[in-house]
């Protein structure tokens, strides 16, 4: 009887392994195009000079003006949020000065991913967009350095209400007292719980109505969402006065 053979289809037939630039080099090189550096390099460049061209680009997307404020806050975040990081009054933006770096990073982040999408978010979209992980740091660096906003009463009324919510919480609503996340001094806790004192009533009170709606998500283990789906209208424009007091 004749021997049997089987024939490997094609498709799975072994083939030559190719030789691959190592992903560390690639990734680099990748970089250095990225930048806007000489592409004078080739795929096969030698990890320590594709390093060293990422390196230089890094430095000229993190760099500073001559008063040592960096260049993408200058030219991109000061409109909104003021040079130090407090905004105007009145406005929707929110003041950044003195926020914990960790959560201004998280934040950049998810406006950069889409993954924080409440209505006012695209414009942040836009700005997040361009920014390179050197810039985002840098400016997580600057704004969490910047002297904090200064309190402003302006209903000592509301402010007396707001006070009474963030210390003692709806306990027959089953809501937390605020302070337990973002502390006695609403100091915060970073990553996940932001400064708060200080911070513009337009923006408190838009961002905890889009936390009540549903349309601002992905925070810690969906605290937020669930605080706020407690209060009514009144009680976050109280604790919104309350907010901007400290």
Not at 136 to 164: C, I, N, R, T, W
Not at 200 to 215: A, D, E, W
Not at 222 to 241: D, E, F, W
Request: glycine share 6%; proline share 8%.
């Amino acid at each position: 009887m004749p021997a049997l053979t089987t024939k490997v289809p094609h498709m799975l037939q072994k083939k030559p392994r190719l030789s691959v630039i190592p992903l560390f080099s690639m990734a680099m090189v990748m970089a250095s195009a990225a930048y806007g550096s000489p592409l004078a390099q080739t795929v096969s460049a030698a990890p320590a000079a594709a390093t060293a061209s990422a390196v230089s680009a890094t430095a000229a997307t993190a760099s500073v003006t001559a008063s040592g404020i960096p260049t993408v806050v200058q030219s991109t975040c000061m409109a909104c949020h003021g040079m130090q990081g407090i905004a105007a009054d009145g406005g929707m933006f929110p003041n950044l000065a003195g926020q914990w770096k960790p959560y201004l990073l998280r934040q950049l982040d998810h406006f950069k991913t889409h993954v924080r999408a409440d209505p006012q978010s695209p414009i942040m979209w836009g700005m997040a967009a361009p920014l390179t992980a050197a810039q985002m740091q840098q400016v997580a660096d600057y704004f969490s350095s910047q002297k904090p906003a200064s309190g402003h009463v302006y209903d000592p009324k509301l402010v007396a209400e707001g006070k009474k919510l963030y210390f003692g919480g709806l306990p027959d609503k089953h809501m937390p007292a605020c302070m337990a996340c973002h502390g006695a001094t609403l100091a915060g806790l970073p990553p996940y719980f932001p400064r708060l004192a200080g911070q513009k009533r337009t923006y408190v009170i838009n961002q905890l109505t889009y936390f009540k709606s549903g349309q601002r998500v992905a925070t810690h283990k969906g605290i937020m969402q669930y605080v706020a789906s407690r209060l009514n209208p009144k009680q976050i424009t109280a604790l919104a006065a309350y907010i901007r007091s400290r």
